[in-house]
């Protein structure tokens, strides 16, 4: 098998595409030394959805994450806590605010 065939038969599996994804994160900057392991295995498909236009590691991703907070998965959120990118007061204090918004435009 060429090496084409194979990358071709492993982006077929989604956990080998993740995988692939945390390694390509793991090359993409020589800044992604600030982001951790853990944090780039858990968000992986997040950076990608959202915030791939920026470098890993840089002060836009982080922005970018910030802005899509709502919309992260639990496993990054949990991984973005345990690395101290952001703090769990922080993450309960914006799904207050949410929840208050929509109680808000429901009640009207």
């Known amino acids: ?27 993409l900057s020589s800044q992604a030394g600030a982001v951790s392991l853990g944090v780039k295995l858990a968000c992986a498909s997040d950076y990608y959805s959202y915030c791939s236009q920026h470098a890993v590691g840089s002060p836009g991703v982080r ?3 910030r802005a899509h907070g709502p919309q992260l998965s639990k496993r990054c959120v949990s991984a973005l806590i345990s690395a101290g990118e952001v703090s769990q007061a922080e993450v309960d204090r914006r799904r207050a605010a949410i929840r208050a918004r929509a109680q808000t435009v429901s009640a009207r």
């Open 63 to 65: 922005q970018c994450m």
């Open 1 to 27: 098998m060429t090496p084409t065939t194979l990358i071709a038969l492993a982006a077929k599996s989604a956990s080998v595409r993740a995988v692939l994804a945390a390694a390509a994160l793991t090359g």
